[in-house]
């Protein structure tokens, strides 16, 4: 499962990085389906950080990895 997290992330990291954000994948916890990523940069600290991680990559990685049921930053 990690690999194909990994490779969802790599389509997401352009618009992070558009706007001066990035994204890293600190681990998967296959079992619980949880996802653990760090937002970087602009994305580390913009006020909808959270937003940005709930609706967009969480919501992404749920659509084409059925495993995943959350995703959580450190």
Not at 27 to 46: D, S, T
Request: with cysteine; hydrophobic share 40%; glycine share 10%.
């Amino acid at each position: 499962m990690k690999k194909k997290v990994e490779e969802v992330l790599e389509i997401i990291r352009p618009s992070l990085q558009a706007d001066g954000g990035d994204i890293e994948l600190l681990g998967v916890k296959e079992e619980e389906g949880i996802v653990l990523v760090r937002l970087l940069g602009a994305c580390g600290g913009c006020p909808f950080s959270q937003m940005t991680l709930k609706m967009g990559v969480e919501k992404i990685l749920k659509d084409k990895i059925p495993e995943v049921r959350k995703v959580e930053t450190v």
